[in-house]
């Protein structure tokens, strides 16, 4: 990846792994949260937020040393960063570039709000929710989720 | 495998033809011995006696037997145990599953883990098909489904069998009108789905308002304990009770349904009028249900 003077330190290059441009800014953090990193995970991770940038206003940045995202993992990233750019780096270099895409079906990555819903019990499911134009829709109970989907991430 | 388990399964034709099964079932005589060698499993995880019932009497109409157990055997039975394992075991015991279960989305899990078809006899606030057939039946025995104006009256925000039927109905067509207590309406969501499925949506505050256009008036129950205190209760339901006197500015063929049991929704001297057919269709449960059971069994 070109170092842009922009990003500054931040974004240093990496020699294997993943960067996540473009994010919404702000939501970095969402986004870490529903590929699965936590604070108790290993990964070297850099996150530079709010830099600033022509065609989006604000992003965030992300970057994951040694790990290459999943296609399924991308895909949920474009619930909350429809307009991110998933760059995977290998040796220095930008191996492959590619958008995010809504996907049809979400399985364990919302948590359904409806407390009465199956999929908040101790069944050994996991939530399952379809994708559709106005939002989020359980596959379980039909609750549907329209705003904030990102307070509802498991 | 051919489970049923949310009315949003099935499409039109699927729908009419369990109708036509069904009318055909009525008419009789019946084959009797259709599921003969059968074994139906109840699991009824909260009570609904007339549900059981019912179903436990359209399968022996077709020389099947059923096994069961009711809400609290149901529960002690599962005490600790996942509802899917529950659902694993008993597969293995009949040919087909009839379950209630107060969870939303209890029903969809279980056809996940049955060996053997599932049929939802309600799950929670959620989905209850067999209810919603029969309701079309019984429409469907004063006149054709497509086209029709029905009105919706009553608790229509947690009422799950108004919303089954008003997205049943927007398969042929109709026109809603719906009626209901300010606090119990229709909830957004719902109404802009039907709209979005071009529904003609109609709401109104005043149920005598809507009645001469309407074909059918489907009453649900008002609960008193979506209302403060039980003066503002009978407030209400007394200005949403179904009177003769405003059925006489109906149309002829205007029929009441209602899913029963009813309280103070319609006045006992609308029980004797011909638009009366709240009893017809808990009678027509039996049809409807054999021919829902003879779709899973074939
Ligand atoms: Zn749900």
């Keep these: 990846m070109k170092r842009d003077a922009r990003d500054g330190l931040l974004i240093s290059p990496i020699e294997n792994g993943t960067v996540i441009d473009h994010i919404t800014g702000g939501e970095a953090l969402n986004v870490l949260k529903i590929i699965g990193i936590t604070g108790a995970t290993t990964e070297s991770i850099s996150v530079a937020t709010n830099v600033k940038s022509g065609k989006v206003g604000k992003k965030d940045i992300v970057k994951i040393v040694n790990r290459e995202l999943r296609k399924e993992e991308v895909d949920r990233i474009a619930l909350i960063a429809p307009k991110a ?14 958008g995010v895409e809504i996907p049809r079906l ?39 989720i329209t705003r904030d989907i990102a307070s509802h991430l498991i | 495998m051919n489970h049923i388990i949310s009315i949003r399964d099935l499409d039109r034709p699927s729908i009419d033809k369990l109708l036509d099964q069904a009318a055909k079932l009525d008419a009789g005589p019946h ?23 019912s179903f436990e009497a359209a399968m ?38 009839v379950l209630r279960h107060p969870k939303e989305g209890a029903a969809r899990l279980a056809s996940e883990f049955s060996a053997v078809p599932v049929i939802n006899a309600g799950d929670g606030a959620g989905q209850h098909p067999s209810q919603t057939l029969l309701d079309l ?38 026109t809603l009108h719906i009626i209901s207590p300010k606090g119990l309406e229709l909830p957004g969501s719902i109404v802009d789905e039907l709209r979005r499925g071009g529904t003609d949506v109609r709401e109104h505050a005043d149920v005598s308002r809507a009645i001469p256009d309407l074909d059918v008036l489907y009453v649900t129950r008002i609960q008193r304990e979506r209302f403060p205190d039980s003066s503002s209760y009978f407030q209400v339901a007394s200005s949403y009770r179904v009177t003769p006197e405003l059925l006489a500015r109906g149309k002829e063929r205007l029929v009441v349904l209602h899913p029963l049991p009813r309280l103070d929704e319609i006045d006992p001297r609308v029980d004797r009028l011909p638009q009366a057919r709240y009893f017809d269709q808990s009678r027509n449960g039996i049809p409807v249900r054999m021919a829902m059971l003879l779709k899973v069994m074939p």
């Design chain 1, 85 to 98: 750019s998933i760059n995977i780096i290998r040796n220095y270099e930008v191996f492959e570039k590619k």
């Design chain 2, 31 to 53: 084959p009797g011995k259709a599921l003969s060698g059968k074994i139906l499993a109840l699991l009824f995880f909260e009570p609904s006696t007339r549900t059981r019932m």
């Design chain 1, 106 to 144: 979400l399985t364990g990555v919302v948590r359904c709000p409806n407390p009465g819903c199956i999929s908040n019990t101790n069944e050994p499911i996991l939530s399952r929710f379809e994708v559709l134009p106005e939002g989020l829709h359980c596959l379980y109970c039909d609750q549907k």
């Design chain 2, 137 to 174: 039946y019984t429409i469907r025995q004063s006149m054709p489904l497509s086209g029709i104006s029905v009105g919706l009256l009553g608790d229509l925000r947690y009422g799950r069998t108004a919303h089954s039927l008003a997205y049943a109905l927007s398969l042929y067509g109709a």
């Design chain 2, 60 to 97: 022996a109409r077709l020389g099947g037997c059923s096994i069961g157990l009711d809400s609290v055997e149901a529960s002690s039975m599962s005490k600790g145990e996942t509802l899917a394992d529950t659902i694993r075991v008993v597969s293995g015991y009949a040919d087909a599953i």
